[in-house]
């Protein structure tokens, strides 16, 4: 199958949300250009810089050579005079409320409501991405690589917000326009076998800063190669339909001092809501556990013998 010769950057980049539907339509993505204020830009760009500054001071960093790609990844401490090519910043939920802020970015939730065709959906997983110098190139995959099936609508979305510029030498996403409509790739195959069996050809995204590249999970892509002195910054807020498991299983994990902060908007978004009252269900797990449903109430319940 023919996929679609490669949109010109004025017709993938946009402000307009209708725009950005269309072109994610019949391109598998879109840039969405001012999609952050710049007090929301910078307020991100400072609580990411600090907390991942933190995790390497602390040896808790999830740090890689490589890059996004890379084999080699490891949690642990990190030469400041030398960072390694790759840090990403895990369940961002948990470190910040202007994460959770932009988790409820109304305009990438109605992408979502548009690209899921009106199924619920929830976060998969929100993680910070600072990718220097070195970088490898990652697999040609679909972010749906697990289901075994063509969907009819896709399963996720990534809404990758750019806190710096998102240029190819700085390892910007390359995506194959189009190949949302073909079957997912094999990404055990040689790279460059599976770029020509899609028909088309890589796209290397440009995006200025501020802006969200923003594409469905049937779309072909990787992180290519950086090799700029520029580090490129991003979050990556992954939305999945609500029948599929997330990446990130956040009623678990969310941390105890965040929980009583969350709004019911935010908990329903982080998977806390039981759909039809039927799926997603959890009692507490003892007696003092605030931990529920925000639509299902059940009090701990434990197991009970007569006599006890
Ligand atoms: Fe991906």
């Not at 007696?287 to 319940?301: L, Q």
Request: with cysteine; net charge negative.
């Amino acid at each position: 199958m023919k996929v679609l010769d490669t949109p010109t950057e004025a017709e993938i980049s946009t402000s307009d949300f209708e725009e950005g539907v269309q072109n994610i339509r019949q391109f598998g993505y879109t840039v969405h250009r001012n999609f952050l204020s710049s007090d929301l830009r910078e307020a991100l760009w400072d609580r990411l810089d600090e907390q991942a500054r933190m995790e390497r001071h602390h040896g808790l960093a999830e740090l890689s050579e490589e890059g996004h790609a890379g084999n080699d990844a490891f949690i642990g401490a990190a030469d400041e005079a030398r960072p390694p090519a790759y840090q990403k910043v895990s369940f961002l939920p948990n470190k910040g409320r202007v994460f959770r802020d932009l988790m409820l970015h109304p305009v990438a939730l109605t992408y979502c409501e548009r690209m899921f065709e009106g199924q619920p959906f929830v976060l998969s997983s929100q993680t910070g991405m600072i990718l220097r110098t070195g970088g490898a190139r990652q697999v040609l995959h679909v972010d749906q690589q697990p289901v075994p099936f063509r969907t009819p609508f896709p399963i996720l979305i990534n809404v990758m917000s750019c806190l710096s510029d998102y240029e190819p030498d700085m390892g910007s996403t390359r995506i194959i326009p189009g190949s949302h409509n073909l079957s997912s790739p094999d990404f055990t195959k040689p790279y460059d076998t599976l770029v020509d069996s899609s028909g088309g050809e890589l796209h290397a995204v440009r995006a200025e800063a501020g802006s969200a590249v923003i594409w469905e999970s049937r779309t072909w892509h990787s992180q290519w190669f950086s090799q700029s002195q520029a580090q490129r910054r991003s979050i990556a807020t992954v939305y999945c339909v609500h029948f599929y498991r997330p990446q990130d299983n956040y009623p678990a994990l969310v941390h105890d001092e965040v929980y009583p902060k969350l709004t019911d908007d935010e908990k329903r978004m982080m998977g806390f809501d039981a759909y039809g009252s039927a799926y997603g269900r959890f009692e507490p797990r003892s007696r003092y556990d605030p931990r529920g449903n925000v639509n299902f109430h059940r009090r701990f319940t434990p197991e009970m013998h007569r006599g006890a």
